[in-house]
């Protein structure tokens, strides 16, 4: 079974631009989380979407935003971006049908560069 | 604000030794727990989940979970220099969130 995978895995974006990150779960999973990861700051949890609706939701600004599609694949977008956006943001999907038991795997992650 | 703890180390064992990392919770209604490894530059991987409390053995890796008192532990036994890397502790609470320790990190000096 293929794992998580996250497009791009890199990117370089300058102060004010916008961005969009891209994740492909499990197959068959069809919860999906975003984090964002800083040295030092350990796993930040943006949102989850599940069924194509967001179900739990951090403590971020509007300008982070995602959505997801009716194959489970989800993006995850930032707008006028800053240069403490610059982090390791990473997707994980679940099978939430597990309930309490369902384990998150995460993907390889998009590292983002805002200079 | 539920809470989920870890001694932020790092922590240095000798190659060959068990390795004990430590994790506290403060939602007493959770129920599920998760042990993940982080290399540098890494996504985190997972190692073992524990749902009930005791001891959960795979291979050289050992969980031990005590509900009463709050707190999760994983134990590596003959650490070897590739175990070197940050362990994230991950706690599933009363609300199905999963809450993220900061982690530890693991030094296994040669």
């Keep these: ?27 068959g ?7 964002q990861q800083t040295p030092g700051q350990g796993l930040q949890f943006l949102f989850e979407y599940f069924s194509e609706t967001q179900r739990n939701k951090g403590n971020f600004p509007g300008r982070f935003s995602g959505r997801q599609f009716s194959n489970s694949r989800s993006e995850m977008n930032v707008s006028t971006l800053e240069l403490g956006d610059s982090a390791l943001y990473l997707c ?9 038991r369902n384990e998150q795997f995460f993907g390889p992650g998009t590292r983002l560069t805002v200079l | ?3 989920v703890e870890q001694n932020s180390g790092p922590l240095s064992v000798p190659e060959g ?3 004990s ?10 129920q599920s727990f998760f042990w993940y490894r982080q290399y540098s530059g890494k996504s985190p991987e997972l190692i073992m989940s524990i749902y009930s409390n005791g001891d959960k053995e ?12 709050q707190y999760v532990s994983l134990l590596i036994r003959d650490s070897q220099p590739s175990d070197s890397a940050t362990y994230l ?5 009363s609300n199905y969130q999963l809450i993220w320790g900061a982690g530890t990190k693991l030094i296994i000096k040669p």
């Design chain 1, 1 to 27: 079974k293929a794992g998580v995978t996250q497009t791009p895995r890199y990117l370089i974006k300058t102060r004010g631009q916008q961005v969009t990150l891209s994740c492909s779960p499990i197959s």
């Design chain 1, 29 to 35: 999973h069809r919860s999906v989380s975003w984090y």
């Design chain 1, 92 to 100: 994980a999907s679940s099978q939430p049908e597990g309930g309490l």
């Design chain 2, 1 to 3: 604000q539920k809470e």
């Design chain 2, 17 to 19: 030794a068990i390795a």
């Design chain 2, 21 to 30: 990392l430590n994790c506290t919770y403060s939602d007493r209604g959770s």
């Design chain 2, 58 to 69: 795979d291979g050289r890796f050992t969980a031990q979970l005590n509900k009463a008192s």
């Design chain 2, 89 to 93: 502790c991950a706690v599933k609470d």
